[in-house]
């Protein structure tokens, strides 16, 4: 993975996207990255953990981008949010873990692991330990979200915040599920739990914007009736290489809700980022902000 910095594609370049190399991401822009959407722009692609793509919206890199909905209040000045191709659920929320299980009270005071301080994940695990954890959490760390379930197993840190493939695979590094900010969330809001969004720089047009959400869904439906053609790049590009963890990872994080964030995705976006506000964790947002051009 590399980090590519620098000034946006001019009008005959390829658009500079940015996106993970977890299987939810490459599977769903499979079809676009490779040219195989008649009409779509040309993108050049630079794969990059969240952590990166967050900070790299914030410093108005690239032209689209998946990053975090948490960092959507720093950055909607430059860029719009699409209203397809990210990662919106239920049962797929960011899991607490660690060595000996425990409670969520004996994390007062502790080490805990975060793949970055922007992330729904580390947002969602805020609003939940305002709650669940009497004084607050004694350290964060940010680590590489891959490199979290090790620190965890070997005690560099108390306990991690895990995202992704992690949910299917954590027993395998003898850690347990303390907690699971989904099921917190969805507990207190009854709402899909936002965790990825596909944002592209509003310089560029209200046309183009919508011709790139355009092309996005696309690329979900052309994943969907052809789901074996993305599976070598795919798996190409995870970091957890069994297939059977790639396709749940698929199956959980590629819904509906990727193909069209509908009223019930707006309406989770709009109420994580309101309730956070509300909480200071973010900056409020503009009655309009998450307006798409339509």
């Not at 939940?128 to 840190?157: C, K, Q, S, Y």
């Not at 699971?180 to 965790?195: Q, S, V």
Request: net charge negative.
């Amino acid at each position: 993975m590399t980090e590519a910095t620098g000034p946006a594609a001019g009008a005959d370049d390829p658009l500079r996207i940015a996106y993970s190399p977890c299987p939810n991401d490459t599977f769903v822009f499979h079809a676009w990255a490779h040219g195989l959407l008649p009409g779509a722009p040309a993108l050049d692609v630079t794969f990059a953990d969240i952590d990166i793509t967050n900070g790299m919206a914030e410093r108005g890199e690239f032209d689209v981008l998946k990053v975090s909905y948490a960092v959507l209040p720093w950055v909607l000045d430059k860029y719009a949010l699409l209203p397809c191709g990210g990662a919106l659920g239920r049962g797929c929320g960011p899991l607490v873990l660690t060595r000996d299980g425990g409670t969520a009270a004996g994390l007062a005071g502790r080490t805990v692991a975060v793949p970055s301080e922007r992330s729904t994940a580390y947002l969602l695990f805020r609003l939940w330990a305002a709650t669940e954890v009497p004084g607050g959490v004694g350290h964060i760390e940010v680590l590489p979200f891959h490199e979290i379930m090790p620190a965890v197993r070997d005690g560099r840190v108390d306990a991690g915040l895990v995202i992704h493939e992690a949910r299917f695979t954590y027993q395998n590094y003898g850690l347990t599920g303390l907690a699971d900010m989904g099921e917190h969330w969805e507990a207190t809001t009854g709402l899909p739990i936002p965790l990825g969004a596909i944002i592209a720089r509003r310089s560029l047009g209200e046309d183009t914007l919508r011709t790139l959400a355009d092309a996005a869904r696309a690329s979900v439906r052309a994943a969907w009736d052809d789901p074996v053609a993305s599976r070598g790049y795919v798996l190409e590009h995870a970091q957890e290489m069994d297939e059977a963890v790639a396709d749940q990872h698929i199956g959980l994080y590629v819904n509906e809700f990727t193909e069209d964030l509908g009223e019930d995705g707006y309406a989770a976006v709009r109420g994580l980022l309101t309730r956070a506000a509300a909480e200071g964790l973010v900056p409020p947002l503009g009655p309009d902000a998450l307006r798409f051009p339509g």
